[in-house]
Nanobody
Framework: VQLQASGGGQVQAGDSLNLSCTASARYVVAWFRQAPGKEREFVAVINSYSANIYYRNSVKGRFTISRDNVKNMVYLQMNSLKPEDTAIYYC????????????????WGQGTQVTVSS
């Protein structure tokens, strides 16, 4: 399974970015992020048919995870970005639901950098 994340960039606080990840409809897909000097943390997860979606509390109401199973794509729309959202964002996938634990996902993309300046 090859996951390809894209869409990162450098933006100002309050701006938006839309991250994309190639992922087959078979897989549960999650977004994680890792800031310099910090542990990787869960951001959002979506199951195969979008029936179950969860977010970390700090992004609720600002980020939206979605998928297009025809295109084999998963998206993370990020609005009202804050400097604390700065991190490398990774998409991860597994056939089973891995919840918010990085160890629950067998497949990982290479990451895309998101930098939010104040």
């Amino acid at each position: 399974v090859q996951l390809q994340a894209s869409g990162g960039g450098q933006v100002q606080a309050g701006d938006s970015l839309n991250l994309s990840c190639t992922a087959s409809a078979r897989y549960v897909v999650a977004w994680f992020r890792q800031a310099p000097g910090k542990e990787r943390e869960f951001v959002a997860v979506i199951n195969s048919y979008s029936a179950n979606i969860y977010y970390r509390n700090s992004v609720k109401g600002r980020f939206t995870i979605s998928r297009d199973n025809v295109k084999n794509m998963v998206y993370l729309q990020m609005n009202s970005l804050k400097p604390e959202d700065t991190a490398i964002y990774y998409c991860a996938a597994d056939l089973n639901y891995g919840a918010n634990s990085a160890s629950g996902y067998a497949f990982w993309g290479q990451g895309t950098q998101v930098t939010v300046s104040s």
